[in-house]
């Protein structure tokens, strides 16, 4: 995937990257949703429901939406909960505020916890969670295994991580059209709806320094998950990651 010298320099380093990434989001929060329905085809709406369908939730589950953005898996949660007739618990987690605002107008009265935080540091105790889900977050986050430890410490004994991103395809011919698809499908995303076609340009540049599926599911085991792995969606372009936090 060629280099975008543009964006690559600001967010080589963790602090630039947190800042770049969070008035990245400041500004395209408005139109968050309608971009993410037009890159995908509605496609992640799909995705979304089957990750949550893997995190088998059940009654009085603690979940957190970390990275939540404006609120859609925790909003699907809560839809399974009304569904299967079982109380649960929706917390979202973000370090964006004009990201939660959105969210938080999107979300009304329906139940979540809105809380400002970085993954690297949450602002939450340790064993709060039954169930962390991260949609299309890890690739934004700085010190990678860092948060997966945060996430770890967050989670109960026998909880469960599960998250969704763009993967790295491993069929070396759709690996190069799904780049080269990325590489002008943002620039365009981004002039029509954000009259600025370098907005969504991040999105090949930070895929291009993420590990991908296989390597997360190597840090998560390092890191101390347990009964790691991933499912590949659309011949590995997108991938569920998942992993345990140990029940002793
Ligand atoms: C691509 S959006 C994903 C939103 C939503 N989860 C979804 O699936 O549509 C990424 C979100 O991650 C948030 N984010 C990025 N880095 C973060 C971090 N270190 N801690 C918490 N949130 C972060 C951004 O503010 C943004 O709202």
């Given at each position: 995937m060629p280099l975008n010298r543009r964006i690559s320099d600001q967010i080589d380093q963790p602090k630039d990257k947190r800042e770049y990434v969070r008035n990245l989001f400041a500004s395209v929060s408005s139109k968050y949703d309608l971009t993410n329905d037009i890159m995908s085809l509605g496609l992640h709406r799909r995705w979304k429901r089957h990750l949550v369908a893997l995190a088998e939730l059940q009654q009085g589950h603690n979940v957190l939406d970390l990275?939540?953005?404006?609120g859609d898996l925790g909003r699907e949660v809560l839809a399974v909960g009304t569904r299967h007739k079982l109380d649960l618990n929706v917390t979202a987690a973000d370090m964006t505020p004009e990201m939660i605002q959105v969210g938080r107008e999107r979300t009304g009265s329906l139940g979540t916890k809105w809380v400002a935080g970085d993954a690297v540091e949450l602002p939450f105790p340790d064993e709060s969670f039954d169930r962390v889900l991260i949609g299309y977050g890890l690739r934004n986050f700085t010190e990678l295994e860092a948060c997966l430890g945060e996430i770890l410490r967050c989670l109960a004994r026998g909880g469960r991580l599960l998250t969704l991103d763009f993967g790295h395809p491993p069929m070396p011919l759709i690996r190069r059209c799904y780049y080269a698809y990325l590489n002008t499908s943002t620039r365009i995303v981004g002039w029509a709806?954000?009259?600025?076609?370098?907005?969504?340009v991040y999105i090949p540049e930070s895929l291009r320094r993420f590990p991908g599926q296989r390597e997360v599911m190597h840090m998560m085991q390092t890191v101390g998950y347990e009964t790691c792995g991933f499912e590949e969606l659309l011949c590995g372009t997108m991938a569920i990651n998942f992993g345990n936090r140990p029940a002793n």
């Open positions: 990275a939540a953005g404006t709806i954000h009259r600025d076609p370098e907005s969504y």
